[in-house]
């Protein structure tokens, strides 16, 4: 079973666009997204007449003044008045959530081909507007003062996942280790520093305590950027590269935390086997992941999650390699969200533009040899959004 097989219909990746990630601050919301829609339509070869629809991946949520920003894709060419343009909002999943739409959209038969986007703009906001921005998205702690932002939440999961399977401060540590190594060769990522083990495990001045037991190094910075994807149900006759998606899948997970194991990821564990049951693949059948760090305990109980290993024994995949660069499975090859940055309706997008390159033979320093099949993990919220998507080169 596939996508094709099941619908009767390829969707391809035929173009992208990428945003350098970081603090721009001579870009804006509308800069971003025109530059990157540009880009993407350019390496799929195709004219903006050609476009059916448009998806634009933000989250906003009070950061930015502009509340209304579907139709900003249309500032590229007026030949693009008219054309359907929606605004997909789900969190930091808001840009996985734009690329499913897009999906929906070419299996639905409404479109032929749709420019999918993702963009935010947050260095400009102060961090007690990018804090509550955030915590909008947490059942519990949305319109409450904090200190400590959805890092505080994080950090629970920690202690929790301490609490039942032992210490993970260096655990933590290897991967915002493995990560900032990942993202020196990436040349879109915000943090383009190799920070070594033994700096993102020592608590110091210049790595400090966040909230918990989670220091700087385990969170992702707050980024600008944006990522652009052109899906076709055909190939162009002059795209430069074509990736195939085989299989997505999202689920969604209750909003309390009082209805939820804070280290199960249970939406997660859903839309990971729909995608793969969809796709016709198992792990093994996969070469690389790009899943959602925002913080390091959420790439440590993704690889459980994923089935590499056992639940608390995470662990294992760091200190046998598996998922370090030339491993079974190499995991945020691209630096992740730890190294590459988090512009939070960027990031599905983004994610989705690093597997394509990778599957082919775009990626530059950080290309694996020959790739076939790749898997994008992106989630809103603390696992409440979870999408994932398994693409493969043709």
Same mark, same amino acid.
């Given at each position: 079973?596939?996508?094709?097989?099941?619908?009767?219909?390829?969707?391809?990746?035929?173009?992208?666009?990428?945003?350098?990630?970081?603090?721009?601050?001579?870009?804006?919301?509308?800069?971003?997204?025109?530059?990157?829609?540009?880009?993407?339509?350019?390496?799929?070869?195709?004219?903006?007449?050609?476009?059916?629809?448009?998806?634009?991946?933000?989250?906003?949520?009070?950061?930015?003044?502009?509340?209304?920003?579907?139709?900003?894709?249309?500032?590229?060419?007026?030949?693009?008045?008219?054309?359907?343009?929606?605004?997909?909002?789900?969190?930091?999943?808001?840009?996985?959530?734009?690329?499913?739409?897009?999906?929906?959209?070419?299996?639905?038969?409404?479109?032929?081909?749709?420019?999918?986007?993702?963009?935010?703009?947050?260095?400009?906001?102060?961090?007690?507007?990018?804090?509550?921005?955030?915590?909008?998205? +947490?059942?519990?702690? $949305?319109? !409450?003062?904090?200190?400590?932002? #959805? *890092? /505080?939440?994080?950090?629970?999961?920690?202690? @929790?996942?301490?609490?039942?399977?032992?210490?993970?401060?260096?655990?933590?540590?290897?991967?915002?280790?493995?990560?900032?190594?990942?993202?020196?060769?990436?040349?879109?990522?915000?943090?383009?520093?190799?920070?070594?083990?033994?700096?993102?495990?020592?608590?110091?001045?210049?790595?400090?305590?966040?909230?918990?037991?989670?220091?700087?190094?385990?969170?992702?910075?707050?980024?600008?950027?944006?990522?652009?994807?052109?899906?076709?149900?055909?190939?162009?006759?002059?795209?430069?590269?074509?990736?195939?998606?085989?299989?997505?899948?999202?689920?969604? +997970?209750?909003?309390? $935390?009082? !209805?939820?194991?804070?280290?199960? #990821? *249970? /939406?997660?564990?859903?839309?990971?086997?729909? @995608?793969?049951?969809?796709?016709?693949?198992?792990?093994?059948?996969?070469?690389?992941?790009?899943?959602?760090?925002?913080?390091?305990?959420?790439?440590?109980?993704?690889?459980?999650?994923?089935?590499?290993?056992?639940?608390?024994?995470?662990?294992?995949?760091?200190?046998?390699?598996?998922?370090?660069?030339?491993?079974?499975?190499?995991?945020?090859?691209?630096?992740?969200?730890?190294?590459?940055?988090?512009?939070?309706?960027?990031?599905?997008?983004?994610?989705?533009?690093?597997?394509?390159?990778?599957?082919?033979?775009?990626?530059?320093?950080?290309?694996?040899?020959?790739?076939?099949?790749?898997?994008?993990?992106?989630?809103?919220?603390?696992?409440?959004?979870?999408?994932?998507?398994?693409?493969?080169?043709?």
């Amino acid at each position: 079973m596939s996508l094709h097989n099941r619908f009767g219909t390829d969707v391809l990746i035929t173009g992208w666009g990428h945003s350098q990630f970081g603090k721009l601050n001579d870009e804006t919301v509308e800069s971003l997204i025109v530059s990157v829609a540009r880009e993407a339509l350019d390496s799929a070869g195709i004219e903006p007449r050609q476009v059916d629809e448009v998806y634009l991946g933000q989250f906003n949520s009070g950061m930015h003044p502009l509340g209304f920003a579907s139709s900003l894709a249309l500032q590229l060419s007026d030949d693009l008045a008219g054309v359907p343009a929606t605004r997909v909002e789900n969190a930091c999943g808001s840009g996985s959530a734009a690329v499913h739409q897009g999906i929906r959209a070419l299996l639905a038969g409404t479109a032929r081909t749709v420019l999918v986007i993702g963009a935010e703009k947050m260095t400009h906001a102060g961090s007690d507007v990018v804090g509550a921005a955030l915590l909008g998205a +947490d059942y519990e702690s $949305a319109g !409450k003062e904090s200190t400590t932002g #959805f *890092a /505080g939440l994080f950090a629970r999961v920690a202690d @929790a996942y301490a609490d039942r399977y032992g210490p993970v401060g260096d655990t933590l540590a290897h991967i915002a280790a493995k990560n900032h190594r990942n993202g020196v060769l990436n040349p879109y990522a915000q943090l383009r520093k190799d920070l070594g083990f033994d700096f993102c495990a020592t608590v110091s001045d210049r790595n400090p305590i966040v909230a918990g037991q989670l220091r700087r190094t385990d969170c992702s910075p707050i980024s600008d950027g944006a990522a652009a994807l052109v899906l076709t149900t055909a190939p162009t006759t002059s795209a430069h590269t074509r990736v195939r998606i085989t299989g997505f899948g999202q689920a969604n +997970d209750f909003l309390p $935390a009082s !209805k939820r194991d804070p280290i199960e #990821f *249970a /939406g997660s564990v859903t839309a990971w086997q729909r @995608a793969l049951d969809m796709a016709g693949a198992g792990l093994d059948d996969l070469d690389f992941a790009e899943v959602h760090d925002c913080f390091t305990v959420a790439e440590l109980v993704m690889y459980e999650v994923m089935g590499l290993t056992e639940r608390g024994k995470g662990r294992q995949v760091l200190d046998d390699g598996t998922v370090l660069p030339g491993g079974r499975l190499p995991v945020n090859l691209s630096g992740g969200l730890k190294s590459k940055g988090h512009p939070v309706g960027a990031t599905g997008v983004s994610q989705h533009v690093l597997a394509a390159m990778q599957l082919s033979g775009t990626a530059g320093h950080m290309q694996l040899n020959s790739p076939r099949r790749g898997v994008v993990h992106n989630m809103g919220g603390l696992a409440i959004a979870n999408y994932v998507s398994v693409l493969e080169s043709l």
